[in-house]
């Protein structure tokens, strides 16, 4: 039996693809950990939480002690690093939580994931390992900045940050592949576009216009809105992420975009009309500033090479999303009640 290590398992992305990785290898052990910050909601997992092959641990990736338990305990085949402080507006509030988080976390998750897969630890210069084992490190496509038009992110286009997240997601990056090339460790990274999907926690565009057009709450919508961001469906990212952790070259950076590149203005406005809204709830509020007018990734590399495709189209993906989160009030309303209404205060008054 394979054991998984999946880090910030709680979260939008994260328990998504445990639910999928049950589903698709059902003879996996998965160990969850999560924080259980403000976007880390156990609940996302209720309905595999008495599955056999499933445990989880609420731990912090910086917490070198219970990492390393953790590695001591089990015998863990690969890691999956989804734990990260992930929005752009928070990190420009509090950055020295997405540098601690983003970077030093998986520092303690790559010393502890060296220390368990080599052959002969004593031997610095050992490079073995583990047969079968893989550390995968979930980056974003926001590392590369903004994109010019017509431009389209690949592999080998250059990193510039705009933002404390995008950079301590990069700075991240740079440590994974340096565990790579000083230590041999065998490493992956994927670099996905926006995402989207049932439980995503309503900081994010999609789901914070859902909910409060549900509500019939003002839709904050910054500067012009006519910044473009490429959307992909959450199932379509767990498919991509475990393609790679099956079948990536250790060593490789894996781009995995949707084609799917909208206006944000666009998909407000879609979302408004598909509920029967009026665009009188949209409110135009001052930009982010550092914001990055466009994200564009190209991701030939993982459609040549792995075999990687897209299973929804944005309209059907979109018509899903909202219909979820109309069919799943109880959770909405769990999650609007507390830290979200404290962060929407914050952030937009």
């Not at 693809?17 to 403000?38: E, Q, S, V, W």
């Not at 520092?107 to 630890?121: E, G, N, S």
């Not at 900081?203 to 914070?208: A, D, F, M, N, R």
């Not at 549900?214 to 961001?229: A, F, K, S, T």
Request: glycine share 8%; proline share 4%.
């Amino acid at each position: 039996m394979k054991t998984l290590l999946v880090t910030g398992g709680c979260g939008f992305i994260g328990s998504n693809f445990i639910r999928y990785m049950l589903d698709k290898h059902p003879d996996y052990m998965i160990i969850g950990i999560d924080a259980l910050t403000y976007a880390g909601n156990p609940e996302n997992l209720k309905s595999i939480e008495d599955n056999p092959n499933y445990r989880f641990f609420r731990a912090d990736i910086r917490n070198r002690n219970m990492i390393e338990q953790i590695f001591a305990f089990y015998t863990i085949d690969y890691v999956v690093n989804f734990a990260a402080e992930s929005h752009v507006d928070r990190s420009i509030k509090e950055p020295d939580v997405f540098l601690t988080t983003n970077i030093l976390g998986t520092q303690v998750l790559l010393d502890a994931a060296k220390r368990q897969w080599r052959l002969h630890p004593g031997n610095k210069y050992d490079r073995s390992y583990r047969d079968g084992v893989r550390f995968h490190q979930i980056s974003t496509d926001e590392v590369y900045g903004s994109a010019d038009d017509g431009e389209k992110f690949t592999e080998e286009s250059p990193l510039r940050p705009s933002s404390p997240y995008s950079a301590s997601k990069a700075g991240a990056d740079m440590v994974a592949m340096a565990y790579r090339r000083t230590y041999g460790l065998p490493v992956t990274i994927s670099r996905s576009s926006n995402n989207y999907g049932p439980y995503q926690f309503p900081e994010k565009l999609i789901p914070l216009i859902i909910i409060n057009c549900i509500y019939d709450r003002p839709l904050p919508v910054y500067g012009d809105g006519l910044q473009i961001r490429d959307w992909l469906h959450v199932n379509d990212h767990c498919r991509a992420v475990d393609m790679i952790l099956h079948s990536g070259k250790d060593g490789d950076i894996y781009n995995i975009g949707g084609d799917n590149e909208k206006a944000n203005i666009d998909i407000v406005k879609q979302i408004i009309h598909t509920l029967g809204k009026s665009e009188e709830l949209i409110n135009y509020v001052e930009d982010r500033p550092g914001h990055d007018r466009r994200y564009a990734t190209d991701s030939t590399k993982i459609e040549t090479q792995l075999g990687w495709s897209r299973n929804h189209s944005f309209e059907q993906g979109l018509e899903e999303c909202i219909s979820w989160y109309l069919d799943n009030m109880g959770w909405v309303k769990r999650i609007v009640s507390g830290e979200y209404r404290r962060y929407f205060e914050t952030m937009y008054g």
